[in-house]
């Protein structure tokens, strides 16, 4: 089921994204997100207008996605960024494909033109995630990011929606 996230989703949200940044290469963050960033997080996008969807199972919640504005300033009110994670073992099922359909549908619903995906050069399951939605390069920025001693690239890929 994908429905909206509360606060209360939150530790498990932190947990989720936290092992993206401790585990992986996806993102550049060496910074583990805190309880009330997470929470903040929550709060301010909806507060101002954006989603935040969780997936969850009979279970847990087993991934999460969101959207914010790509840049500040009002030149940019039309183009997104998303941040969509899965737990593992939800890979496979269909899910990151529902969130990443609700927060579409919920920024096309609010006039978005573009949604911005940026992918680490090393989440090469993250690029073709992104590609199989119909995202496209749109452009690289090279060795941009630096995490566990290595340059990494930038990738944005691009939708219009």
């Not at 993102?27 to 989603?51: L, M, Y």
């Not at 941040?83 to 609700?102: C, D, F, N, W, Y």
Request: charged content about 20%; overall charge neutral.
């Amino acid at each position: 089921m994908i429905r909206p996230a509360t606060l209360a989703d939150a530790p498990r949200i932190r947990t989720i994204w936290n092992v993206m940044i401790t585990d992986t290469l996806a993102n550049f963050s060496e910074v583990e997100k805190t309880p009330a960033e997470v929470e903040a997080a929550i709060r301010e996008r909806h507060g101002q207008g954006f989603a935040f969807f969780v997936a969850e199972d009979a279970e847990d919640i087993m991934g999460f996605a969101t959207y914010a504005q790509f840049r500040g300033g009002p030149g940019y009110r039309f183009t997104m960024e998303n941040t969509v994670s899965l737990v593992p073992r939800a890979k496979g099922r269909g899910l990151g494909r529902a969130l990443m359909g609700a927060v579409e549908d919920h920024a096309k619903a609010r006039g978005v033109n573009s949604m911005i995906a940026g992918v680490s050069s090393a989440n090469t399951e993250g690029i073709g995630f992104h590609a199989a939605l119909g995202y496209e390069m749109a452009a690289t920025i090279p060795r941009c990011g630096f995490k566990w001693g290595q340059w990494l690239d930038l990738l944005l890929m691009q939708k219009f929606l």
